[in-house]
């Protein structure tokens, strides 16, 4: 069993379920990447798998344990940190306090943490005394995923990292994304920017209507004509 699965979820936000069946995973040091049309239920089924939504079907398993019926907060101290699309560093408060607040939990020394958020992000530890509402938008994500690297994670789930960047911006985002998992970190992560995020997947999952549609590596969807044609523009 992978180390991270949401496994044949269906459920949704109270009305008509927006999952359906749905199976998400992810191994240790492994990039999964969810892509779909809008609407396909991407966020939906992070969310899922994160306890941000009820199911009432299925179950959501980390390290062989069934972590089904815990909170979003039992998750993080279980090991599990979410980075959500929008409204995800606090504006009045300089770079090292957001990252500072991502180690509420924690109760041993932070600094060698930060160290090494600032050695992965450089630019963060330029700008370590500005407030993070005056960052550039790219600058801003990557505080985002400074402190949920803060909780020291087992799992990084992202929630289309590279929204509203440059192009530039989010070839760097991935690089950093590709040496977090790369530590050993489980990364999961929603995106709209389907081919660039398939090119660093080691597995992709194509949803339509909260359905899984297609699975395999990023490099297999990537090569799928029918994937190609449906999904990636040609």
């Known amino acids: 069993m992978s180390f991270l699965i949401g496994e044949k979820m269906t459920g949704g936000y109270g009305g008509a379920d927006i999952l359906h069946d749905c199976t998400i995973a992810a191994d240790q040091g492994e990039i999964a990447v ?22 009432h079907s299925g179950r959501v398993m980390l390290d062989g344990e069934d972590i089904t019926a815990l909170t979003p907060q039992a998750r993080v101290a279980k090991g599990m ?47 370590r005394r500005q407030n993070a509402g005056e960052l550039s938008g790219g600058q801003r994500q990557q505080v985002a995923v400074g402190r949920a690297l803060m909780t020291q994670p087992k799992v990084l789930m992202l929630d289309e990292p590279t929204a509203g960047v440059s192009p530039i911006v989010m070839d760097e985002l991935f690089d950093r994304i590709i040496e977090v998992a790369r530590t050993g970190i489980s990364i999961l992560m929603v995106e709209q920017n ?41």
């Open 194 to 234: 389907a081919r660039q995020a398939l090119d660093i997947a080691d597995k992709g999952y194509v949803l339509v209507q909260g359905r899984n549609r297609y699975t395999d590596t990023g490099q297999a969807l990537m090569n799928n004509p029918d994937v190609r044609k449906s999904f990636l523009g040609g």
């Open 81 to 127: 940190a979410f980075v959500p699309q929008t409204s995800n560093v606090f504006p009045t408060m300089s770079v090292e306090e957001n990252l500072e607040m991502g180690a509420f939990l924690r109760r041993d020394n932070i600094q060698e943490t930060i160290d090494q958020v600032y050695e992965l992000f450089p630019i963060l530890g330029d700008k």
């Open 34 to 55: 969810i892509v779909g049309p809008n609407g396909a239920g991407k966020s939906t089924a992070m969310k899922a798998v994160f306890g941000m939504l009820n199911i």
